[in-house]
C-alpha cells in the first residue's frame, strides 16, 4: 500500500472551483479507497513565509494536506495527473504496512 500526501493552500483554483474540491472528486472517480483534508493550523513552504491563518488580523489562506492511502496500482494511475496539475505543489509517496 502506499500512502500519498499532497499539500496546498486553501485559496488554490482548478479550473472554476477549489483545487482541494477537485483533487477528492477526481480520488473518488478514480475508485480510491479513502481519502481526507486536514486543516493546518500554521505551516511555511518555500518561500519561507510562515502562514498562521487563526492569529487576528491575519490574512493568510489556510495550509491543507489531503491524505490518501491504496494500492500501488491504482495509486500509479491517479499520480500523474495530480503531478500535471499540481506542479508548485509537495506531493509526498510513502510506501506503508497496513496492520
Not at 483533487?23 to 486543516?39: T, V
Request: net charge negative; aromatic share 8%; glycine share 8%.
Amino acid at each position: 500500500m502506499v500512502e500519498i500526501k499532497i499539500f496546498l493552500d486553501e485559496g488554490d483554483r482548478h479550473e472554476d472551483g477549489p483545487m482541494y474540491e477537485y483533487i477528492m472528486r477526481y480520488l473518488m472517480h478514480n475508485g480510491i479507497q479513502g481519502a481526507s483534508i486536514l486543516p493546518v493550523f500554521a505551516g511555511f513552504g518555500g518561500k519561507h513565509h510562515l502562514n498562521l491563518p487563526n492569529s487576528i488580523g491575519s490574512v493568510d489562506e489556510v495550509p491543507l494536506v489531503i491524505l490518501f492511502i491504496d494500492e500501488v496500482e491504482k495509486v500509479n494511475i491517479v499520480l500523474p495527473h495530480l503531478k500535471e496539475i499540481l506542479r508548485k505543489n509537495l506531493i509526498i509517496k510513502t510506501s506503508i504496512e497496513k496492520i
